[in-house]
């Protein structure tokens, strides 16, 4: 199979486009020919090697994918044609990723596809826009209404940003988008944003440990004084879903928001959620998201060049979603 492995030796780590045999596939009892994979921040990260995310070289890069069922056991549940996508688990991390144009995995990592979607909507949405459903869902268990007042998006046009606004605005949310690119402004307002915050007035260290009441919720991308700022300007028993870490990983911030105002916040997994969480998400997105603005978020490149998108995504400099065609 053709694919994007990554190795690593004394000479450093470095990913290339190259010819893997069959029996380098992998352990699963579903194999499957993939149509399409993508570029989250996590790739990024694994590809460029900003960060030390993957476990073993040499390894194929990707931890998206979407593609129809070639061989499946029985016992698996899926049988050949079914058309499925495959988010987190361990791919591109101990297990060989996305970024090919076959794969094999365990079967309890598959999902199979709502019927609306297609194999490219699915990794036009793929772990970001999968991330921002859980977001979304966990929002909603903890009433976040679109009564209860704005919500906020943080990093806004990137992939969990553009989905989390269109989910949200199609939910009937008003949706403040927070973004560094001011460039983009027209794009967020577009996906359903109805304001359009400078992401400078909300990286700084904040003053002070409560603000005034803003929003009534958040899906924040971003981690660090952003988080700290959004936390300390949320309403009254409202909620934050947390699922990356763009700014930093720390939190140097104070517990009052949480103690005087009853705050939750709340932590997004994507790459060990349940199965149920995961079918919950691609219900929630084969109902509410609209296929013509996901059009708009993605951009479609072929594999060999997803080793210069991965180093754009890091630069924060990649709108939306990119899918990649592994066939072209």
């Known amino acids: 199979m053709r694919a994007l492995q990554i190795t690593k030796d004394e000479a450093g780590q470095r990913a290339e486009l190259t010819q893997i045999p069959d029996n380098e596939l992998g352990e699963g009892d579903v194999t499957i020919a993939i149509e399409y994979s993508t570029v989250n921040f996590k790739d990024g990260l694994g590809i460029t090697g900003a960060a030390p995310v993957i476990e073993r070289f040499p390894i194929v890069a990707g931890i998206d994918l979407a593609g129809t069922v070639e061989e499946a056991t029985a016992e698996s549940g899926f049988v050949a044609g079914d058309k499925v996508t495959v988010n987190g688990w361990g791919l591109a991390v101990h297990h060989n990723g996305g970024l090919a144009t076959r794969a094999r995995v365990p079967a309890g990592w598959v999902t199979r596809l709502p019927e609306r979607f297609t194999t490219w909507d699915a990794m036009a949405i793929g772990t970001a826009g999968y991330t921002a459903a859980l977001s979304v869902l966990a929002l909603r268990r903890h009433d976040v209404l679109p009564a209860n007042g704005p919500v906020i998006v943080t990093g806004a046009a990137g992939g969990v940003g553009s989905v989390a606004i269109a989910l949200l605005s199609t939910l009937g949310y008003e949706v403040h988008a927070s973004t560094g690119r001011r460039s983009e402004d027209s794009y967020l307002l577009d996906l359903g944003a109805s304001t359009v915050i400078d ?96 059009k708009e978020m993605a951009t479609t490149v072929p594999l060999d060049q997803a080793v210069a998108v991965a180093k754009h995504v890091l630069d924060g400099a990649v709108r939306g979603r990119t899918v990649v065609d592994v066939n072209a």
């Open 199 to 294: 992401r400078a007035d909300l990286s700084s260290p904040a003053k002070g440990v409560l603000g005034a009441e803003r929003w009534a919720g958040a899906v924040d991308t971003v981690g660090s004084h952003t988080l700290v700022n959004v936390l300390r300007q949320i309403h009254y028993g409202g909620a934050v879903a947390n699922c990356g870490l763009a700014q930093g990983f720390d939190l140097p911030g104070s517990v009052i928001p949480f103690i005087q105002r009853s705050v939750t916040l709340i932590g997004i997994d994507s790459v060990l959620a349940p199965t149920r969480s995961r079918t919950h998400a691609w219900d929630l997105l084969a109902e509410h998201l609209d296929a013509g603005l996901l």
